[in-house]
């Protein structure tokens, strides 16, 4: 397929790298193709950023039909560009999109105009340590139709928003409350496709953590409430005992690729790695006996949340004298090591733009 730019008239001044807030500021072009059943994929551009219409019925509004992608562009100090692992990110959205009765897509195709785009927008790329270009893919359906049944219109497009440094005032441990009344996933449902209904789900259990002073929370499974899955838009790890055991994936919990990166970087390691099912009531049980050694989360936006206090059924449990442990550490340090081109890449996870 051939990708028509049409370039911006008007550019908008920088902002200050360090004012950025999360997701407020958007770069002057944007990426937009579209589908239709019959015709396939078809008019990909990179346009300026502007609103796009909608019809009052199309039925992403109605009934959901939309899936997301998160991923970061760094510059590092030769101004070169890179992306961590982006093909992990398409080879998930068309798998969110399998699950959501949307159209798949050449995930190879989109990686290409998200660099023609990102190549554009290079400007927009801080170069400061910490600082990033965050890529937002997104595809949701298009057509007129209240029928629920999948719509045979779609619109993708990828938007991008210089991000600040996620630990501005340094990596200190979140209070997270183990949610014990609402669920986030549950068997068979969604929760293993980035689609915007998890998220809607879960802001409820969100807003009552966060009047309480917790910043996120731990989510049990949707069935018996005693397994944990994940924290927030996060997966979890923990070292138990030495051993670093994170839930296994079942269907119901979101699979991150730096879930994948940090299980494949200790393994790298020959540290004890596990990926099974962690009831709530043994991690409490190995936190009494002094065996729970360090808890984090892990997700594109932090690379490492190191979790320094859960709450569950009125107890508070701190973990690691609320400091971050050594592993998680080790990690971090390793993580936007790579990312920022201050440490080997070994696995080959960075793909340059520029
Ligand atoms: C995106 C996301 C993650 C983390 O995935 P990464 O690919 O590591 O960023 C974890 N859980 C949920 C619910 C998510 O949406």
Not at 62 to 90: C, S, W
Not at 215 to 224: A, N, T
């Amino acid at each position: 397929m051939e990708l028509t730019i049409e370039r911006a008239t008007k550019l908008q001044t920088k902002p200050n790298w360090s004012d950025l807030t999360f997701g407020t500021t958007f770069t002057d072009h944007m990426f937009v193709m579209d589908y239709e059943v019959g015709k396939g994929w078809y008019d990909a551009r990179i346009m300026p950023y502007q609103d796009l219409p909608l019809s009052p019925a199309a039925v992403v509004l109605h009934y959901g039909q939309t899936v997301f992608e998160g991923l970061k562009a760094y510059k590092d100090d030769a101004e070169e560009i890179f992306l961590f692992r982006p093909d992990e990110n398409m080879k998930r959205m068309n798998d969110s999109c399998e699950r959501l009765c949307m159209p798949t897509f050449d995930g190879q195709f989109v990686i290409e105009a998200m660099k023609q785009l990102i190549e554009i927008e290079q400007d927009w790329v801080p170069e400061v340590d910490g600082m990033a270009l965050y890529i937002r893919p997104v595809m949701y359906a298009t057509e007129a139709h209240l029928g629920v049944s999948p719509s045979k219109q779609y619109r993708f497009i990828i938007l991008l928003s210089p991000v600040g440094s996620y630990y501005a005032e340094g990596i200190n441990p979140v209070k997270i409350a183990v949610e014990s009344q609402f669920v986030r996933a549950v068997k068979g449902g969604t929760g293993a496709a980035k689609t915007a209904g998890n998220y809607a789900a879960a802001l409820k259990a969100q807003e009552v953590a966060e009047k309480e002073g917790y910043s996120q929370v731990l989510w049990l499974d949707g069935r018996e409430q005693k397994y944990i899955e994940e924290v927030g838009a996060m997966n979890v790890f923990f070292k138990i005992d030495g051993k670093i055991v994170t839930p296994e994936l079942n269907g119901s919990i979101l699979p991150g690729i730096t879930r994948k990166s940090v299980l494949q970087l200790l393994r790298h390691w020959e540290m004890d790695v596990e990926e099974r099912r962690l009831s709530i009531d043994e991690l409490l049980e190995a936190a009494k006996n002094g065996t729970l050694e360090e808890a984090f989360g892990t997700g594109t936006a932090a690379v490492i949340s190191p979790i320094g206090e859960l709450f569950y059924k009125g107890e508070k449990t701190v973990i690691n004298n609320n400091e971050i442990g050594p592993v998680a550490k080790k990690i971090y340090d390793t993580i936007t090591g790579i990312q920022s081109g201050d440490v080997e890449d070994p696995f080959g996870w960075r793909v340059q733009v520029i």
